[in-house]
């Protein structure tokens, strides 16, 4: 850490700490991984209601019906038949569909994982070139000083000679 930061605290907290993307830290939420998908899923913190479905009610006890309601019932059982044979289907495929869902979720996560992994390959390869640039600067300013000092005795040889050639005089 250059001396700046260490003096002024770029980069660090009140106790001289690193902070956040240098840490190793993380913004992972465990609640936010685990919260269901939607508001209705079922799972052991939202089990769902248990309800059911009943069509006519419970015979109490033992009774005679009359023909207008066998009638109606057979009528109504009818109905009910083919409703749960389209039920059957509806289900089946809304079954489907979840199964479809969840390929497409599970497909989706590896490919964000695909993409974490890339990222952190990418910002290695980002911090190793910072590296090599942080090596490549005495270099640069051994360069620089060299420049500087031949900038300076150019400036000396030039001013020599115009002393030389004026007697002085521009001075």
Excluded at 94 to 113: C, M, N, P, Q, S
Excluded at 145 to 156: V, Y
């Amino acid at each position: 850490m250059s001396l700046q930061l260490r003096l002024f605290g770029g980069g660090q907290d009140s106790a001289g700490k690193l902070t956040a993307s240098n840490d190793g830290g993380h913004a992972i939420d465990k609640s936010k991984v685990l919260a269901a998908t939607d508001s209705g899923v079922i799972t052991p913190t939202n089990p769902g209601n248990f309800g059911s479905i009943r069509s006519v009610p419970v015979v109490p006890a033992p009774r005679y019906f009359t023909q207008e309601e066998a009638d109606g019932l057979k009528d109504l059982a009818k109905e009910k038949t083919d409703g749960a044979r389209q039920s059957k289907r509806a289900y089946k495929a809304l079954g489907k569909i979840e199964a479809a869902d969840k390929t497409v979720h599970k497909e989706h996560r590896k490919y964000e994982g695909v993409v974490a992994d890339n990222e952190l390959g990418k910002k290695r390869a980002d911090a190793g070139l910072a590296k090599k640039l942080h090596n490549l600067r005495p270099g640069y300013a051994r360069l620089g000083l060299g420049i500087d000092k031949a900038d300076n005795d150019a400036r000396t040889r030039i001013d020599a000679i115009t002393v030389k050639l004026t007697g002085g005089m521009n001075q």
